[in-house]
């Protein structure tokens, strides 16, 4: 594991340009290391992100993606990502990226891109929880990422559970809703895209975890499956995510083995910034099913 997680995360984020050009642009990158060898999800969306803003002027940023999770990727092997130039509008760009893995494709994204202008503005209020000095850092319960069997410590995010972790034994009673503080563990640098980009790194990490918390479900529930299906994003305002961020989050449904999570990501001082939807694959043998 890198002694410098959030190095290792921007060294993910530094794609190279391969110079190659048909109708569309080629993008190379690399892979956290990961004891699975699978692919994190919320890495290949943000380098998507980073690929297709790489094609468009940086007065037009990002404003929403979406995208699916189409195979697992193999964090050993590098990614291929193709950007094919869809729309320059007057106001609105749009580009579609696919990233790819021994010549087929694990990812598959559409995102937007808009000129700063003026307009109606409204927020939905941030509720109020305890702030992140409040809560235990992950790191301090034991245990290790789910998805990847790393330790806590070695993710280039901090995270704080406002109503417990689900890493060990369930917390509290089942609940449809929870809250998450992240931020990476040290100073990111200035560029907007960098900031854009890791906060589609982080908003794939917890998302899941809403519908596992309606039934009463832990990580460690013996037998059962979890993987991100599609990813949606919209960021409404600019977010530094070296700052505290509250990611709140629901469930409101689950059926036929998929199960839906939104998200609304806060800053410290209460000004939305991004707004999430994810479906999940849980299957959960029948008898730890509590609900």
Do not use: C
């Not at 048909?22 to 956290?32: C, N, P, Q, R």
């Not at 559409?110 to 003026?118: H, N, W």
């Amino acid at each position: 594991m890198s002694d410098d997680p959030v190095g290792s995360l921007l060294s993910v984020l530094a794609l190279t340009d391969s110079g190659a050009r048909t109708t569309e642009d080629i993008f190379t990158g690399v892979s956290h290391h990961m004891p699975r060898g699978r692919v994190y999800g919320g890495q290949v969306l943000a380098q998507s992100v980073v690929a297709a803003s790489r094609t468009v002027a940086e007065d037009r940023p990002i404003h929403s993606m979406h995208g699916y999770f189409l195979r697992p990727g193999d964090a050993s092997q590098g990614i291929t990502f193709s950007v094919d130039r869809l729309r320059d509008g007057r106001s609105f760009t749009a580009r579609r990226t696919q990233a790819y893995q021994q010549g087929v494709p694990i990812f598959s994204m559409i995102a937007s891109f808009q000129a700063e202008e003026e307009g109606l503005d409204h927020e939905e209020p941030m509720p109020d929880v305890p702030g992140p000095d409040d809560l235990a850092p992950l790191e301090t319960q034991g245990g290790e990422n789910p998805l990847s069997k790393r330790s806590f410590s070695d993710l280039p995010l901090e995270v704080r559970h406002v109503e417990g972790s689900l890493y060990g034994p369930f917390p509290g009673t089942p609940q449809l809703r929870q809250s998450v503080w992240m931020r990476t563990r040290r100073a990111f640098p200035d560029d907007p895209l960098l900031h854009r980009a890791a906060l589609a790194y982080l908003s794939d990490m917890t998302i899941q975890e809403p519908i596992l918390r309606a039934h009463g479900l832990a990580w460690a529930t013996p037998g059962m499956s979890v993987a991100s299906l599609d990813h949606a994003m919209w960021w409404h305002r600019p977010a530094r995510v070296d700052d505290w961020l509250l990611y709140t989050q629901s469930a409101p449904n689950a059926r036929g083995g998929r199960g839906l999570s939104t998200g609304r990501i806060y800053t410290r001082d209460g000004m939305l910034v991004a707004s999430v939807a994810q479906e999940v694959m849980v299957r959960v043998p029948a008898a730890e099913r509590r609900a």
